[in-house]
């Protein structure tokens, strides 16, 4: 998923995208808060994790521009503030979550995890779809009780397509969930990435069609899928 880490302090920023990228996330880094609101009105991401002490524009100016835009871009919090009125005015202004610093990272991605799986529509971490059951805590696919062999990469393209089942995704859309600003794909990159899905899910009940010149648009059936 495209996560955005809004967060001055660079030794900390780049800690939180090490460990977000190496799960397969497409993570970008922005250490001013001025900058994260100029982005974030015409860039969409699945996620962004906010600092609350920013230059240019503070965590909480930027979450309330967000959300005057009606943009529901599940936003957690990183504060050091841990008084219980800070932390319930930040949800009422509308962050998803909050956690306090320092923290463990793994509490980190157990709680990035269920930001998006709530905004993909799931409400457990282990998800079945015909006979693909797909575990988002172990990054693991079984297909028919079979563990399949796949990527982070390929775990996280199989999640977009989950996450937007039946609606035409165009080249564009899948490169925005998938890479980040300074990993800037190949031009054959999605049809290679696509291509290879297509064959770890052929037992799989997830048929994945080509709109040629439009994009792609995947469905879950059990009839034969096209290639």
Known sequence: MRILVVEDTQVLGQAICERLASLGHAVDLIGDGKRAD????????????????????????????????????????????????????????????YLTKPFDFGELEARCRALLRRKQGYAANVTEHGNIQVNRDSRQVFIEG??????????????????????????????????????????????LYVGRLRKK???????????????????????????
Do not use: W
């Open 146 to 191: 079979e563990l399949t062999a796949i990527t982070n990469r390929e775990f996280r393209l199989l999640e977009i397509f989950l996450g937007h089942l039946g609606r035409v995704l165009s080249k564009d859309e899948i490169t925005d969930h998938l890479f980040n600003f300074d990993e800037p794909p190949g031009p054959n990159a999605i049809e």
């Open 201 to 227: 899910m052929n037992k799989g009940d997830l048929a994945i069609n080509t709109l040629r010149g439009i994009g792609y648009v995947a469905e879950i059936t059990k009839s034969p899928k096209p290639q």
């Open 38 to 97: 100029e982005l974030l009105k015409y860039q969409s991401v699945d996620l962004i994790l906010l600092d609350l002490n920013l230059p240019g524009l503070s965590g909480l100016q930027l979450l309330q521009k967000l959300r005057q835009r009606e943009d529901d871009t599940p936003v957690l919090i990183l504060t050091a503030r841990d008084q219980i009125e800070d932390r319930i005015r930040l949800l009422d202004e509308g962050a998803d979550d």
